[in-house]
């Protein structure tokens, strides 16, 4: 049995690689290419692709709505660009299914909550996530905080100082629980080093993981919560989105080498 089991559901950990459902159980007649940009920038992405000659090569299908996959070409190389569902089990089935058809080199970007006194639109680039989701412990073993992949992060700063675009490195607090940030845990989560929250980087970054493709990704501050007695939403980030889809789509042509380790086929 592959089974490691625990009192807590989520912590029980199953090593095996196959799984009854996998990301290409459709067996679509579709090969995408290796790099993608996969953005939490809503409906932006469309009009992006369509400014920018993007050519829709295929859709993934969820219960809520239906996601153009485009390809776009980028200083001469096709790229993928999708947009990415929030909340990390949605993004990261969706990420999962782009992995199974192909893409092996992955740049994400969305907003953030200030945690910190940060002004809105302010760059980071995550080095750490601290798991408070559940989708990441479905894909690698239990952990409080999860690493993205360096090779990636050296990549985006390189793309940050091309832009001469100031950013920061930082710690992160992926959440399922949007309405359940208290108080008392801003303050908890301050206190082990996060500085910024959102709700899917931890999971990402341990699907990419467990599939062996290379990811990383850009933040931008959107609301605030740094004052936890006068919260401000602030416009969402919204600015940033035409900025940011060009910083991930300069930084994953220039993104070299073969992924990190191969690809777990037996997964997906």
Not at 65 to 86: F, N, S
Not at 151 to 169: D, F, G, I, S, W
Not at 219 to 234: G, I, K, S, V, W
Not at 241 to 268: F, H, P, Q, W
Request: with cysteine; hydrophobic share 35%; aromatic share 10%.
């Amino acid at each position: 049995m592959s089974i490691v089991k625990h009192e807590i559901p989520i912590l029980e950990v199953d090593s095996s690689f196959s799984a009854v459902i996998n990301p290409t159980h459709e067996n679509l007649d579709l090969q995408l290419p290796q790099k993608c940009v996969y953005a939490f920038v809503g409906e932006y992405i469309n009009q992006y692709a369509q400014e920018h000659g993007g050519v829709q090569v295929s859709s993934f299908v969820s219960i809520t709505k239906e996601y153009p996959i485009y390809v776009i070409q980028h200083k001469g190389e096709k790229v993928v660009l999708c947009q990415a569902p929030m909340g990390a089990p949605a993004a990261t089935q969706l990420m999962d299914w782009l992995i199974g058809y192909g893409v092996r080199q992955i740049v994400s970007t969305g907003s953030c909550g200030a945690l910190e006194n940060l002004p809105e639109g302010t760059f980071f680039i995550p080095f750490k996530a601290l798991r408070d989701e559940g989708t990441s412990y479905h894909y690698l073993a239990p952990s409080r905080f999860i690493e993205t992949s360096q090779k990636v992060r050296e990549c985006l700063e390189q793309t940050m100082k091309a832009y001469n675009l100031p950013y920061q490195e930082v710690i992160t607090w992926t959440t399922d629980g949007f309405f359940r940030e208290t108080a008392e845990m801003v303050k908890y989560r301050r206190e082990e080093g996060c500085s910024v929250v959102e709700m899917e980087c931890s999971a990402l970054a341990a699907c990419s993981a467990f599939r062996g493709v290379d990811w990383g990704m850009i933040l931008y501050t959107a609301d605030t919560l740094h004052n936890t007695e006068q919260y401000d939403e602030r416009n969402w980030g919204g600015n940033s989105y035409e900025l940011a889809l060009r910083l991930c789509l300069d930084a994953i042509v220039s993104l070299k080498g073969r992924v990190c380790c191969g690809m777990n086929t037996s997964a997906g």
